[in-house]
């Protein structure tokens, strides 16, 4: 069983921004004393933190950047926009009726990325 997410997981955008994650305890589970993530975890600026910039000229503030450069792909500052949950989450393990997010999860950004899980947060879980 791949491991589950939790507090402190690191996140890659294809488009090249690394992002952190922020799980809230509201649902109660830990692991290592850290709170786990579900799917449903993937609200920019409050799940996901960007830190880095946004290459996909899908991004407006992308495209204008690169208009005003005279075309030359000019980089900004990632703000993603995320449409629906993590796909699939777990098939088996649920915390509130809610799938949990393990580490083979994907996240689609509306400007073209795929936000995939580089690291969980923690690599086992212990059971208290």
Known sequence: MPPVVCMGAAMQCTFGA????VV?????VMANYMPV???????PMVNLVPAGVCTSLANP???SAT???????????CVP????????????VKCNHKPMLNSP???????GGVITITSPGQFRVQCM
Do not use: K
């Open 61 to 63: 503030t992308v495209a």
């Open 81 to 92: 926009v995320i449409p629906g949950p993590w796909a699939p989450g777990s098939l088996r």
């Open 105 to 111: 999860c994907m996240l689609n950004c509306a400007y």
């Open 37 to 43: 993530a579900t799917a449903m975890e993937n609200a």
């Open 67 to 77: 208009t005003a450069a005279m075309g030359v792909l000019t980089p900004m500052p």
């Open 24 to 28: 809230l305890p509201v649902n109660r």
């Open 18 to 21: 690394t992002i952190q994650f």
